[in-house]
């Protein structure tokens, strides 16, 4: 376990959505010390079945209902589930839209009073890979995903505003193995350094609703923390050990949104009508 200021106390009942996704799956692994049951959802199905302290509740996320079951005796909600890449918009609302209002409403319900939500830079996607912007600058989505987590970062301040239910918003930049290309040199977020901040997002108090960006200690930096200071984030990763490779690839062209835009690709993508 990574270590804040002192041990944390692990939940009772822990609920991770979106276990079958990337990042579920990672998640699946490195979240169990912090609850003695972790719940598993997705409308995915899940490899392999439940194991020891874990509990697997398939769930559809636009299914009020079904969600208000799945949250039922839950402690905290850390929320990754739904759709992760730009799409339709109908296919962004029912999982990213209703799905968090859901969320939100069992919480509620169920006295749930701590959710992590897993938002994105793509909240702020339309920023200048030039500027480098905190969490209080007006938000930018670059996409309907972009949009959808930005409504969900409304939802979280509204929630906690009329209800009391804190919730830290993680802007997630690209959290895989290694960045893939030249954009994630400055987006990329380690999965130990995921795990650490979702520690420290579950367990710091008085976090009301606090958006802080995900990415490790890159050199290349967008994105000032300084709003998030309470929680003590301090990356232990760097994309840089990882340059020579990926600055193998061919640069971009000088038009290319991926060399422009802190979202990159998602400022382009779509529409899916035409």
Not at 102 to 121: L, T
Not at 130 to 156: C, H, Q
Not at 212 to 226: E, I, K
Request: proline residues 5%; contains cysteine.
């Amino acid at each position: 376990m990574t270590s804040t200021t002192t041990s944390p106390t692990p939940f009772n009942r822990l609920l991770l959505t979106g276990a079958a996704g990337g990042l579920g799956k990672v998640l699946r692994e490195t979240l169990r010390p912090y609850a003695n049951i972790l719940r598993l959802s997705d409308i995915a199905s899940m490899d392999p079945a439940a194991g020891p302290h874990e509990e697997v509740v398939p769930c559809d996320l636009s299914d009020k209902a079904a969600v208000h079951a799945l949250c039922e005796g839950v402690d905290a909600i850390t929320h990754f589930g739904g759709v992760s890449v730009e799409r339709p918009f109908e296919e962004i609302l029912e999982a990213n839209i209703r799905g968090v209002f859901h969320i939100y409403e069992a919480a509620r319900q169920h006295g749930i009073k701590r959710v992590i939500f897993a938002s994105s830079n793509h909240v702020i996607g339309f920023y200048k890979q030039t500027e480098k912007i905190d969490a209080n600058v007006a938000r930018r989505p670059d996409s309907y995903y972009g949009l959808s987590k930005s409504y969900g970062e409304d939802m979280a301040s509204f929630y906690f505003d009329r209800y009391g239910i804190e919730t830290v918003s993680i802007r997630i930049g690209s959290s895989f193995p290694e960045p893939l290309n030249r954009r994630m040199m400055a987006t990329w977020l380690s999965y130990r350094d995921l795990t650490d901040l979702i520690e420290r997002s579950l367990f710091t108090a008085n976090v009301g609703h606090t958006v802080v960006y995900g990415a490790s200690a890159n050199r290349d930096v967008w994105w000032d923390n300084h709003m998030a200071a309470h929680l003590g984030f301090e990356p232990k990763d760097s994309s840089e050990v990882f340059r020579s490779k990926v600055e193998a690839q061919p640069p971009y062209a000088a038009n290319d949104p991926a060399a422009i835009y802190q979202g990159g690709a998602f400022c382009e993508a779509g529409p899916f009508d035409d």
